[in-house]
């Protein structure tokens, strides 16, 4: 089966940085892909890796390591409305595009 | 501007009734998913469809229905089976360049 770990809370303060960590087993691997939920909204796509290392989009990154069945998000320069949850998820099995969500991180800002 | 339309936002359902969540997108995509979230979960997979008149059960399928004759259309049916349907359903389409999704805004079900 598929399934992806990530933790339940984190909590950082504005302007620091916080990293999002995700395990994940698969029985083939295609790529990890992370999305952001405000409280009472839809999510939305934030990155995908498919090759080990870092990418960085703005604030945000994500790192994957194959070899490891893991993966982060790192926010930086931390804001507010960055108070969300985040999902990591893996595609399911065969090429259907479905996707496999961890249970989800709530991340709270604080002043 | 693209995107994926998903109608009501909010929904009563009585028991033993049945009701139907649209979802309409114009971002040409072939392939459309809904999803169901319950407070403080992640997301679990009811149906997909990878093209017209084709749908596949996810892994929660029971108690739910789907149909896709038009690309654009993927409207989801929550049946009087569905015992437990209180929850936030969600509609998507993929970009497969990035496996990126594209969700609704969601609607909100609840059994009163």
């Known amino acids: 089966g598929q399934s992806l770990e990530q933790p339940s809370e984190v909590t950082a303060v504005e302007g620091a940085i916080v990293q999002i960590n995700c395990t994940y087993q698969?029985?083939?691997?295609?790529?990890l892909s992370w999305y952001q939920q405000h409280d009472g909204g839809a999510p939305t796509f934030l990155s995908y890796?498919?090759?080990?290392g870092l990418e960085e989009t703005g604030r945000f990154s994500s790192f994957l390591s194959r070899s490891d069945s893991y993966g982060y998000l790192l926010l930086q320069e931390l804001q507010m409305k960055d108070s969300a949850s985040y999902f990591c998820?893996?595609?399911?099995?065969?090429?259907?595009?479905?996707?496999?969500f961890g249970q989800g991180t709530t991340l709270q800002v604080k002043p | 501007d693209g995107g994926i339309t998903q109608s009501p936002k909010y929904l009563f359902r009585k028991e033993g009734q049945n009701v139907t969540l649209s979802c309409e997108q114009n971002?040409?995509?072939?392939?459309m998913y809904w999803y169901r979230q319950d407070p403080g979960q992640g997301l679990r997979l009811i149906y997909y469809?990878?093209?017209?008149?084709?749908?596949q059960k996810g892994d929660i399928a029971e108690g739910y229905s789907v149909s896709r004759e038009k690309k654009e259309s993927f409207p989801l049916t929550v049946t009087s089976a569905q015992k437990n349907p209180t929850a936030f359903y969600l509609c998507?389409?993929?970009?497969?360049?990035?496996?990126?999704?594209?969700f609704g805004s969601g609607t909100r079900l609840t059994v009163v």
């Open positions: 890796n498919a090759l080990d």
């Open positions: 469809s990878q093209i017209v008149n084709d749908f």
């Open positions: 698969t029985s083939g691997f295609y790529g």
């Open positions: 998507a389409s993929i970009d497969r360049s990035n496996y990126g999704y594209t």
């Open positions: 998820a893996v595609p399911g099995s065969g090429n259907t595009g479905k996707l496999i």
């Open positions: 971002l040409n995509h072939d392939a």
